[in-house]
């Protein structure tokens, strides 16, 4: 069966560069969700989308944006990198018309700010 | 305001025993689902079982059964036969409001 996918898988970054991590949500998924989870910590929920309008809100930085695409794709961008920004990076889908409500994770992306 | 509580940081288990991993939660919402989570040494988020809350049998998914008690707000996982596979970090989380929240995790190690 077809899952998450999230590009790239690793990335390092310089201090103050930008960064786009990218998601590919399940087929027919209408919902994706970003995560941060850094070293030993729980995932923390940054942002949502739902048919490609922003749905909620988490503990996203002021630098950091992102959107859903009309392919339902979507992308976090992450702009003045800092090294506490070092983490790994979720995103989630899930078919939220039809109220299952699980999500299903990608692989994360593993960003490392030097 | 929601909360997910894990109280057992770190737990360990002989390998073919049964272990049980604890977690509470508290929100106000009626409408709510509660997850477990696995995540191995390779970070990749598992997940192990779901539980609606409207529903009251107790999910079970082969060797992975929850203790589903909503009156005192709690969502125990029961693992039997545990297999050295099984060492990973348990995340319980509840999604109400469309959003997840999750626990601080359980670390489990299965010991051969």
Not at chain 1, 61 to 86: I, K, V
Not at chain 1, 98 to 114: A, I, N
Not at chain 2, 22 to 50: A, G, H
Not at chain 2, 51 to 60: D, I
Request: aromatic share 14%.
């Amino acid at each position: 069966a077809a899952g998450v996918i999230q590009s790239p898988r690793h990335l390092i970054k310089e201090k103050r560069e930008t960064a786009t991590l990218k998601c590919y949500p399940i087929p027919r998924h209408d919902t994706v969700y970003w995560y941060q989870q850094g070293p030993g910590q729980d995932p923390q929920f940054l942002i949502s989308f739902y048919e490609k309008m922003q749905s909620d809100k988490g503990s996203i930085p002021d630098r950091f944006s992102a959107q859903q695409f009309s392919d339902y794709h979507s992308e976090l961008n992450m702009s003045s990198l800092e090294l506490g920004d070092s983490a790994l990076y979720f995103c989630a889908s899930s078919p939220r018309r039809g109220g299952s409500q699980t999500q299903y994770f990608g692989p994360g992306t593993r960003l490392l700010v030097l | 305001a929601q909360t997910v509580t894990q109280s057992q940081p770190e737990m360990s288990v002989q390998e073919a025993e049964t272990v049980t991993l604890s977690c509470t939660y508290d929100t106000s919402e009626s409408n709510y689902y509660l997850f477990w989570y696995k995540q191995p040494p390779s970070r990749q988020m598992i997940l192990v079982i779901r539980q609606e809350a409207y529903k009251q049998q107790n999910a079970t998914e082969n060797r992975f059964s929850v203790n589903f008690q909503k009156a005192a707000k709690s969502f125990s996982l029961k693992i039997s036969d545990s297999q050295l596979g099984d060492t990973a970090m348990y995340f319980c989380a509840l999604f109400t409001g469309n959003q997840f929240y999750f626990g601080t995790g359980t670390s489990l190690t299965v010991i051969p």
